[in-house]
């Protein structure tokens, strides 16, 4: 593969795409959404063909559990988010869709009930409109799958901070939730309105307050490079959150892209500059460093801690769990770590064994609500489209998890997948070393200054070959279905 990669190559690659807005920046998997399509076997043959994997190495399986709803602003998805969602039409739709949601985890019962349970994530969509009585129900939902949830492992559960109050926090913790990550996105009163939520600062801090009364670890989401964001601003948001006692911090760029209204002109003009985002990336990076925090990911920080408690009320298992999902000794792979994910847009990662003749996929349940009802209402699986991995598609997933934590361990790799990282993409590390965004070690190769910033773009690059590759096999398809007289539904 070395030999694809030219300097020239390389080199024409980041002049293009340095000074781009890039979209997906918090979850940039390989290979994107956009690649996969209806998947050409049933999922119960997939499930069947996983359980023979499971025999020769163990799953530890992260849980994710979509929710559909978002409560309605302008404007939409509140100016930048792309992930699928549905408006929130009041209680009765909450009712239907958790019964649906029971259908499926059913459904699931003889394929996963066996797995070792890691983690459990709530995600959506906005999980805390659900009411009070409805966390208990749902996490049931979960122990009744898995024989038993393990008291120690992470079980979090996402949510917007106008949602939260007392009755629904004690009853997020009484059903076995230890945390809380809130999509607070800005602090400030004046600029969080051009997200269309009513939200105030007041309500980001009681929430908070409220967490630490239930022993709920939390972590914020915070966006820089936002609609006339200053570095003043950014400083303010995350001293703020710093003195609140948060102990875990996303702080990632405003995501700018595809039909969201941040991307459209007029809002195109508010934004900072993509050298001022950089400037905003390394000061915060300063100040968060200063204040007794560590990166732990190219947006993910935790507050240094000394205590078991406080480890764990500033760790993010879900997520960091998969950023290195092999575990390996003397090259035989031990364990393998997934996302077995459940629920509307609910996605499942299958990386299942390691060798060349191995299959691994991925698939995402639908993404229209109406279509995942229906499908449970048909007795099938909703699952909507996924991708099927060739040995190198899992190589690059793993590369692009590793990349998240701005350190790629070559030794693990070559052990792992018998050949050289170094070697594969020489001209790729000769390029970033020259721009002083890599050193290499003996052991790993560990991104620094603006090549920490720079990492999603990094990350398309190494896949771009192998994206052509997917996008020609398509065109390919497309061009060889034969022409019929009567379209099919």
């Not at 990076?285 to 925090?293: H, I």
Request: glycine share 6%; aromatic share 12%; charged share 25%.
């Amino acid at each position: 593969m070395s030999n694809e990669f030219s300097k020239s190559y390389v080199q024409t690659f980041i002049a293009r795409e340095e000074f781009r807005r890039q979209s997906n920046k918090v979850l940039h998997g390989h290979p994107s959404p956009g690649h996969w399509k209806p998947l050409d076997e049933p999922v119960e043959y997939l499930l069947d063909e996983r359980s023979g994997y499971a025999m020769r190495s163990e799953f530890d399986v992260n849980l994710y559990v979509g929710t559909p709803f978002c409560i309605k602003t302008k404007p939409a998805r509140c100016g930048f988010c792309l992930f699928p969602s549905e408006d929130y039409e009041g209680n009765s739709g909450v009712e239907d869709y958790i019964a649906y949601l029971q259908k499926e985890f059913e459904m699931y019962k003889p394929f996963y009930g066996s797995d070792h349970l890691a983690s459990i994530y709530f995600g959506g969509g906005t999980p805390n409109l659900y009411h009070p009585e409805h966390y208990g129900q749902i996490m049931e939902f979960v122990d009744q799958l898995y024989g038993g949830v393990p008291a120690d492992i992470e079980k979090t559960l996402e949510g917007i901070p106008q949602l939260f109050n007392e009755a629904k926090l004690r009853a997020i913790s009484e059903a076995g939730f230890n945390r809380v990550s809130m999509g607070v996105q800005q602090l400030n009163d004046d600029l969080i309105k051009y997200s269309g939520r009513r939200q105030t600062r007041k309500q980001v801090f009681d929430a908070v307050d409220l967490c630490h009364k239930y022993n709920l670890a939390n972590s914020m989401d915070l966006i820089y490079g936002w609609p006339e964001q200053t570095v003043e601003n950014m400083l303010t948001d995350l001293k703020d959150a710093i003195s609140a006692g948060v102990n875990h911090l996303t702080h990632y760029e405003l995501n700018v892209a595809g039909r969201s209204d941040f991307a459209t002109p007029k809002k195109r003009a508010l934004l900072p500059t993509i050298e001022t985002n950089i400037e905003m990336y390394q000061i915060a990076g300063d100040f968060l460093r200063s204040q007794g925090f560590e990166q732990v990911t190219v947006y993910d920080w935790s507050r240094k801690a000394d205590t078991a408690e406080d480890i764990r009320k500033g760790s993010y298992d879900y997520e960091h769990s998969m950023h290195d999902f092999v575990e390996q000794e003397d090259g035989k792979v031990q364990r393998t770590k997934q996302v077995c994910g459940i629920g509307y847009a609910a996605v499942n990662f299958h990386p299942n064994g390691l060798d060349a003749d191995d299959r691994s996929w991925i698939y995402m349940n639908q993404t229209s609500l109406k279509n995942y009802c229906q499908d449970l209402d048909d007795g099938k699986f909703p699952v909507g489209r996924g991708f099927m991995y060739n040995h190198q598609d899992v190589k690059l997933a793993w590369i692009f998890q590793s990349m998240q934590t701005m350190a790629i361990n070559h030794v693990n790799y070559e052990q792992i997948f018998q050949e050289s990282l170094i070697s594969a993409y020489e001209e790729v590390w000769n390029e970033l070393a020259n721009r002083k965004w890599i050193v290499i070690s003996d052991v790993d190769i560990q991104f620094i200054g603006n090549g920490q910033y720079y990492i999603p773009m990094l990350q398309s690059l190494i896949a771009s070959i192998r994206l052509e590759e997917i996008r020609n096999a398509k065109k390919l398809t497309v061009k060889d279905i034969p022409v019929v007289v009567e379209a099919t539904a």
